[in-house]
């Protein structure tokens, strides 16, 4: 079924009531459209592409056997988190010894202090990291592994929600699909950076308000069918609400970036309540939502994420060897004062991390600004080396961090067809997909501006998958609904679309070389760089 189908206006407005033309639908089917076709194919398709995704992600994962860019900092913090609970300092040559299978790494000293390492990034992305060198060693293959396997259930949540998003199993797979060929997903899915933590607590968080809207809006509808009071109900603990309270907590718990989403996606949450609440007739939806849902939501949407962040630095509080960790040293003694003292040195470490970040001005060879992002100017080259012995005179051996160019310019067409469809028809859809993009993108701007800091392309990450939702709600719009007066449309629209799935395959089969580390000739390497910006 296509997007246009169920254009609901919650963000601001109720749903119209059905045209005298058109059959009567009941308030809970415009509240919750049904969802259609199988429940079985609901699944099993987003699972087909999300395995298809992980095929693409896990084969050859070990390969380059090198530290790729940034791995040389989150490989060995992570291994240092799981053997000690926080980060530690390393000899000099410590790549080098990891890669030769020699994981005495780690500095000795003669006191915790001289050996504490001061790191400015939260610790969740680095357990995620030292969980797969836990299991398969600090090699690799070991710390990419739950990068691939996040990157690939990250393809299966996006699948699910766009099925729910746009009432279309076809739609949501294709929207799997489009991150499974996505090359930058797939470049950060299989290297050790914390982007794409930050992206599936993102996309996972933003997954859970979508169903709790549904969830919450069915109770409405169930409540209005009762004929109860006309202000409407409390609508229980929001059991959806707080699972994205937790996911976005650990999203700030990987990288401070994801404080913009918990900010966007609790106001975003709100407007959806009231436009609800709205839909059945509340007479004052906004200041019912204040009375009844502002309460619990800012105890899901702020004070579960600030727990859930406080709570991923457990390593550092219950050891003594992490920086700054004595730093508030009282003369008093006791679990009360020991309480105290830990929590004065945590805070005065987060502002020492605060005032790296806004000072962070060093300049680098890939760094880009973030208006070049969506046009994918300046990519990083994570690893490059030219190989012997290669079977041509010259060889490239590389993994270029890039998206597929086909879906990111589509992805930059259908973004700004969303703000036209947004402005025209308040679809909720439209809206919370431009939201998604903006909380990622727009703030870079203000570092930019403000701080002048030195931000690189794949800090685009977390906008992906917003860029992708959009795309899939442009493609529905494009292939239309069913209409006996035009029974040429849908075959048609379904053909476009299908046309720019291929096609996006065949981009992603021409870069693959280039970002999976698969050594090629100079010339054919050289032929794949859309711009000279990317050399």
Not at 86 to 99: M, S
Not at 176 to 188: E, I, N, R
């Amino acid at each position: 079924m296509a997007v246009t189908d169920y254009s609901h206006k919650a963000f601001e407005q109720p749903e119209e009531g059905p045209q005298d033309s058109a059959p009567a639908v009941s308030l809970r089917d415009r509240l919750v459209p049904p969802m259609p076709g199988s429940a079985m194919w609901g699944w099993l398709g987003p699972i087909l592409v999300a395995l298809f995704g992980g095929f693409l992600r896990f084969y050859r994962l070990g390969t380059p056997h090198s530290v790729v860019f940034d791995e040389t900092y989150y490989a060995k913090d992570a291994f240092a988190t799981i053997r000690y609970g926080v980060e530690r300092q390393f000899v000099d040559g410590a790549d080098k010894l990891l890669l030769a299978g020699n994981d005495n790494i780690f500095k000795q000293c003669g006191s915790v202090s001289e050996c504490a390492s001061y790191v400015v990034h939260p610790p969740v992305g680095k357990w995620l990291i030292g969980l797969g060198e836990l299991i398969f060693g600090a090699n690799p293959f070991g710390w990419r592994f739950v990068a691939a396997l996040l990157g690939t259930l990250s393809i299966l949540i996006l699948a699910r929600t766009a099925r729910r998003m746009t009432r279309s199993t076809l739609l949501g797979c294709v929207a799997g699909l489009l991150l499974c060929l996505d090359a930058l997903h797939f470049v950060l899915s299989r290297t050790a950076l914390l982007d794409i933590f930050l992206m599936f607590w993102v996309l996972a968080g933003f997954a859970c308000l979508v169903v709790d809207r549904d969830w919450s809006r069915r109770r409405l509808a169930e409540w209005h069918e009762a004929g109860s009071p006309a202000d409407g109900p409390r609508l229980g603990l929001r059991p959806w609400r707080l699972a994205a309270g937790v996911l976005l907590g650990l999203a700030v718990a990987t990288k401070w970036t994801g404080g913009f989403y918990i900010a966007a996606f609790a106001i975003m949450t709100l407007l959806w309540d009231a436009g609800a609440r709205r839909a059945v007739g509340t007479p004052r939806p906004y200041g019912t939502v204040i009375r009844r849902d502002l309460p619990l939501a800012a105890a899901w949407m702020a004070v579960v994420p600030i727990v859930t962040y406080a709570v991923s630095f457990t390593g550092w509080f219950v050891t003594d060897k992490g920086y700054g960790r004595n730093w508030d040293q009282a003369t008093s003694s006791g679990p009360v004062y020991f309480v105290i003292d830990s929590l004065r040195s945590w805070i005065d470490y987060q502002k020492q991390v605060l005032t790296f970040h806004t000072g962070l001005e060093s300049s680098h060879p890939y760094q880009s600004e973030p208006w070049q992002w969506p046009m994918l100017l300046r990519p990083v080259a994570f690893f490059y080396e030219s190989p012997k012995n290669c079977g041509a005179d010259s060889c490239s051996w590389a993994v270029l961090g890039t998206g597929t160019p086909v879906i990111w310019f589509a992805g930059l067409l259908a973004l700004i067809g969303m703000i036209a469809w947004y402005v025209a028809t308040r679809d909720w859809r439209a809206g919370g997909v431009l939201l998604g993009y903006a909380a990622g993108w727009l703030p870079w701007f203000y570092f930019a501006i403000a701080d002048n800091r030195t931000m690189f392309m794949f800090y685009a990450m977390p906008m992906v998958p917003f860029m992708i939702l959009a795309l899939v709600l442009a493609c529905g719009l494009i292939m239309g609904k069913e209409s006996p007066a035009r029974p040429n449309r849908r075959v048609t629209g379904t053909a476009v679309v299908g046309a720019f799935v291929l096609l996006a395959l065949v981009n992603f089969w021409w870069l693959y070389p280039v970002i999976a580390a698969e050594p090629i000739p100079y010339d054919s390497w050289h032929a794949r760089m859309l711009f000279d910006s990317w050399i």
